[in-house]
Nanobody
Framework: QVQLVESGGGLVVAGGSLKLSCLAS????????FGWYRQAPGKQRDLVAQ???????NYADSVKGRFTISRDNAKNTVYLEMNGLKPEDTAVYYC??????????WGKGALVTVSS
């Protein structure tokens, strides 16, 4: 079955960096679109960044210039590199996959906490 497993979350001081990884299994990785979403306590889940194949990326305005999404088709992995982190970036970050038939898949999430 399809599995998306996030890793790389943690606690960081404002201005610091983290890199999230999402390892996908059970899919033909190269034909999927991927995205990272985040959900802060008491708020809705919002799109942070998404990437298709080949490598066309879109970002939420709040992270443009600070976050970079990338994919490695050989490793079945999607990354989110986060620089210049702010306390308002604190959230659970979810990996998302969309297959060509329109079926959505989600990981269980990785907590990112940015202290001021």
């Amino acid at each position: 079955q399809v599995q998306l497993v996030e890793s790389g979350g943690g606690l960081v001081v404002a201005g610091g960096s983290l890199k999230l990884s999402c390892l996908a299994s059970g899919i033909t990785f190269s034909i999927y679109e991927f995205g990272w979403y985040r959900q802060a306590p008491g708020k809705q889940r919002d799109l942070v960044a998404q990437i298709d194949n080949p490598d066309s990326a879109n970002y939420a305005d709040s992270v443009k210039g600070r976050f970079t999404i990338s994919r490695d088709n050989a490793k079945n992995t999607v990354y989110l590199e986060m620089n210049g982190l702010k306390p308002e970036d604190t959230a659970v970050y979810y990996c998302h996959a969309l297959d060509p038939r329109g079926i959505h898949y989600w990981g269980k999430g990785a907590l990112v906490t940015v202290s001021s």
